[in-house]
């Protein structure tokens, strides 16, 4: 390639740029025929409004104004209203689908954001739930009582009973009197009450009635005044009846149940 065959920069400044629109480009595109039938795009139709306002002799020289006449009147001849206004968008097109899609957009924002504050109050609600579950159902007692009480020497008798209620939370200082069991003790005795005389250690069982095993103490031991003692929390245990045995245990044998009692909770 040498200097001749370059073109220079004035030479391809000056160079004009073809025309969007010109009669062969309409002509080869058929775009007059097609805006007539209402298939040319919105863009093209603007544009070729834009050149045929720039070269009205086109559309003299098509001589469309007659051709309008002519049909008009072919169509007044025929008793077919003629309808002049601009035709109807699609249903689709509609400015007023657009403002309905805005509304329901909005309408179902306004419903996920409820939606997802139910869920996050269920959420704090189920958490909270699982707190009290995991640290278990106590109050805070706002008083303490001390009740003694003396087993039943037989089941079922059901005179030594504990009433505790859940909803006046309360400490229960219960003294259980064993006196009984003491050496030297009066009145008649069973075996077992006599092994006990014997014992150092005690055995407590709590049962829920019609359930099942709640508590076990261990190696509880009498205090001076032959009593053994314990503290409740009054919300510390669900409502029900439990069925409270206490046993003795001697020194390398087995347990002897001494003494029973009902705890119940309202």
């Not at 073109?7 to 480009?25: L, M, V, Y």
């Not at 419903?111 to 269920?122: E, N, Q, R, S, T």
């Not at 640290?135 to 003396?150: C, F, H, K, M, W």
């Not at 309360?170 to 005795?189: E, K, M, R």
């Amino acid at each position: 390639m040498n200097a001749r065959s370059v073109p220079s920069a004035s030479t391809a400044a000056n160079t004009p740029i073809a025309p969007r629109f010109d009669r062969k480009f309409i002509e080869d595109h058929q775009l007059l025929e097609r805006y007539l039938d209402g298939k040319l795009p919105l863009k093209g139709a603007r544009d070729l409004e834009a050149w045929c306002r720039n070269n009205p002799d086109y559309l003299n020289e098509l001589k469309l104004s007659e051709r309008a006449q002519s049909s008009l009147k072919l169509l007044e001849a025929c008793g077919k209203p003629v309808d002049l206004t601009e035709p109807q968008p699609p249903w689709w097109k509609s400015v007023y689908l657009l403002i309905g899609l805005s509304v329901a957009t909005l309408l179902s924002l306004a419903a996920f954001w409820v939606l997802f504050g139910k869920y996050f109050i269920l959420q704090n609600r189920l958490e909270e739930a699982r707190t009290v579950s995991n640290q278990g159902p106590l109050v805070q007692p706002a008083s303490e009582t001390s009740v003694t009480i003396t087993p039943d020497r037989a089941p079922d008798l059901s005179q030594a009973r504990i009433v505790l209620s859940r909803a006046k939370p309360q400490l229960l200082d219960v003294h259980i009197d064993l006196g009984y069991t003491q050496p030297g003790s009066t009145g008649p005795q069973t075996n077992a009450a006599a092994m006990a005389k014997k014992l150092m250690t005690f055995r407590m069982i709590v049962d829920k009635k019609d359930q099942g095993r709640a508590l076990i103490l261990n190696n509880l031991l009498k205090d001076s005044n032959n009593q053994l003692r314990l503290t409740l929390n009054s919300t510390g245990l669900s409502a029900g009846i439990y069925t409270v045995r206490i046993e003795g245990v001697p020194f390398g044998g087995g347990p002897y149940p001494l003494g029973w009692m009902l705890l119940e909770v309202k």
